[in-house]
């Protein structure tokens, strides 16, 4: 079993700043890469960013490519996640994702789920 636990959501204003952070426990040493979904209301939850655990190597979905960053802390078990310039429509849950075959870049690739932690932007 994987336990991922989401910190750091919060409201914020149109062109701030946020980092969420998850913490992974549990059987993660086999865990080939990381990363996060969101899901606005009313929207089908999406890939936002994942993160090859080995080698760090990242990929972003189009909206968020140059505003957000995703990065990991082999030492803490964590995955962050950067994200300026904040737009409204960055508002969501947001969930962080563990596989450990694949990037976890669709719904199917992901193995486990964090509980997803709110983020609000207001425009």
């Known amino acids: 079993q994987v336990q991922l636990v989401e910190t750091g959501g919060e409201l914020v204003q149109a062109g701030d700043s946020l980092r969420l952070s998850c913490t992974a426990s549990g059987r993660t040493f086999s865990r080939y890469a990381m990363g996060w979904f969101r899901q606005a209301p009313g929207k089908e939850r999406e890939f936002v960013a994942a993160i090859k655990w080995s080698t760090g190597s990242a990929i972003y979905t189009d909206s968020v490519k140059g505003r957000a960053t995703i990065s990991r802390d082999n030492t803490k078990n964590t995955v962050y996640l950067q994200m300026n310039s904040l737009k409204h429509e960055d508002t969501a849950v947001y969930y962080c994702?563990?596989?450990?075959?694949?990037?976890?870049?669709?719904?199917?690739?992901?193995?486990?789920w964090g509980q997803g932690i709110q983020v609000t932007v207001a425009s």
């Open positions: 994702t563990i596989g450990f075959s694949r990037l976890p870049t669709t719904l199917d690739e992901v193995d486990y």
